[in-house]
């Protein structure tokens, strides 16, 4: 009799086991299938992949990753990333990174555009965010962020807003009459700061000499040092770097001839100290800001396809704090740059941007 008993007992409770194991099983499948739509943070895990310029530049993808890895501990997902060495690694990047658990993709730059439409249409049920990288329509057809992009953001900035208040300041506070900028590859965004600067700077001095080089690599001091000293040895007295580690290279030569510099994309009197006594401010997109809310949206579920445009209207682009140089810049200089700011709010096309 107590046998028979025990017997039933273990069978129960073996059976309940089993039901609780059940239950337990299902309720990580529903978790893991709203991941992918941005309902359970917990779950959720947000793979990052940057551009060739590095994790340490001082700017662009160094923000862009500060910016998706505090949305992410924010919303309490997971969080990795991954800096590729040459372009080629794109794809093969994206798809570890979702073979790793990552629902969000956020990939850094023009140059991973095609990579990242790939892997979009491959893996729909995954969600993309894209820094400085816009769908258009092929031959007139329907929006790409409506059809097989529709799991895709891109966030923009208005880069030649920010680049034509740097170029205004740096037109009035140049004693030489001769400004240049050390530009990283020849890709979209990093043409809009340098037209928009070149066309800020002639706003206040049409007489000014703008100079400019592309430098097809956005890891390379080196040559952007070399090129921002041959520019000063020219009489350029204010140089703006553009471009990544490349453009560090033509602040640093500023700083040791003891020139003005103006930074770029983020506030690099705070991320490149070595030369903040040259500079007099960055041009600003505020990527920090606008991938962690990115990242957050995702969370919440509450993500768009389509276009996220950042501008001087919208508080997305600008210029940084004076820092140092606020005592040394005259209210001449200051009234310029505010009136340029209401005159763009006003009509975004007077940045001469293309």
């Given at each position: ?55 340490n530049d001082k700017s ?243 993500i768009q396809p389509g ?48």
């Open positions: 009799m107590f046998r028979r008993q025990l017997i039933r007992f273990l069978i129960s409770l073996t059976a309940v086991t089993v039901t609780a194991t059940a239950c337990g099983s299902q309720s990580e499948t529903d978790a893991g299938s709203t991941a992918s739509g941005g309902q359970s943070g917990a779950q959720q895990k947000v793979g990052v992949v940057l551009g060739t310029g590095g994790e662009f993808n160094e923000y862009t990753l500060k910016g998706a890895r505090e949305g992410a501990e924010a919303a309490g997902m997971g969080f990795s990333y991954v800096s590729p060495t040459s372009n080629s690694d794109f794809e093969k990047n994206i798809e570890t990174q979702i073979s790793e658990g990552a629902n969000l993709i956020v990939s850094v730059g023009f140059q991973m555009g095609d990579a990242t439409a790939a892997m979009a249409r491959k893996y729909p049920d995954v969600k993309f965010v894209i820094i400085d990288y816009a769908y258009a329509p092929e031959n007139g057809g329907a929006d790409p962020y409506q059809g097989d992009l529709k799991n895709v953001t891109s966030l923009m900035f208005a880069e030649d807003q920010a680049g034509y208040l740097a170029g205004v300041l740096a037109g009035c506070v140049s004693e030489t009459g001769k400004v240049a900028t050390v530009s990283g590859m020849e890709i979209p965004p990093v043409v809009r700061f340098v037209q928009g600067f070149q066309s800020g700077a002639k706003s206040v001095n049409p007489n000014i000499v703008a100079y400019n080089q592309y430098i097809p690599d956005f890891g390379d001091p080196a040559t952007g040092k070399s090129v921002g000293q041959n520019f000063i040895s020219q009489g350029a007295d204010v140089v703006f770097g553009v471009g990544g580690n490349t453009g560090n290279g033509g602040l640093l030569a500023a700083k040791e001839a003891g020139k003005k510099a103006i930074g770029v994309d983020v506030d690099q009197y705070l991320s490149y100290p070595e030369v903040k006594d040259a500079l007099i401010t960055s041009a600003v997109k505020n990527i920090d800001l606008a991938t962690a809310n990115a990242v957050k949206e995702f969370a919440a579920g509450q276009i996220q445009q950042a501008t001087i209207e919208t508080g997305g682009v600008g210029l940084a704090p004076f820092h140092d140089w606020d005592s040394k810049i005259s209210q001449e200089c200051k009234t310029k740059v505010t009136q340029a700011t209401a005159a763009l709010k006003a009509n975004p096309q007077l940045s001469g941007a293309k």
